[in-house]
């Protein structure tokens, strides 16, 4: 058995991790990016949003007293995914790494849900406030993707049939 606190600590590690991973998928996928500059330019945009989230998360993991070293094994194995795609080789990257970052930022939607709601049973206010800091942004990037997935797929069709031009990234 573990208490709500117990169990919220966990998870805040869990959300740590994942915002590393966050960093690092969107940085990657932001470095390669040439041909789409209003994607780059958004994945930019989160990641500062990113580096503030991970401030919030390590802030509540220092008030609670819990290292954020332990990096959980599902969440890392569910984040490879996105990272695989980061840096990819694939000859439709773009498209596939948006599909992936919609992925990503609803796993980060999903995440913020439940420490919301465990942070309200454990009646831990600050960690509440810190999350519901950050939901709003994980809905807004999750929101702009889709919203920009059919123009990302049709600059990258057009792109795609020119032999000119490069298509991928
Ligand atoms: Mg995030
Ligand atoms: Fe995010």
Known sequence: ????????????RDAHAMEQQAEKMLKAQSARLEHYPKLKARIDQHVEETL???????????????????????TGKLM????AVGGSLMS???????MAGYVFENVEIATYTVLIAAAKAAGD?????????ILPQEKA??????DHLPEITEAF????????????K
């Open 125 to 133: 206010k600050q960690t509440q406030a810190a999350c519901e800091k």
């Open 1 to 12: 058995m573990a208490t709500p606190q117990e169990n919220l600590l966990d998870w805040l």
């Open 52 to 74: 503030g989230q991970q401030q919030l998360i390590d802030g509540c993991l220092e008030r609670l007293g819990g290292s954020a070293s332990t990096i959980k094994d599902m």
């Open 80 to 83: 490879a995914f996105g990272q």
């Open 157 to 168: 069709l057009a792109r795609s049939e020119d032999p000119e031009l490069e298509a991928k």
């Open 141 to 146: 990037m999750a929101k702009w993707i889709l």
């Open 92 to 98: 439709d990257e773009v498209v596939k790494g948006a």
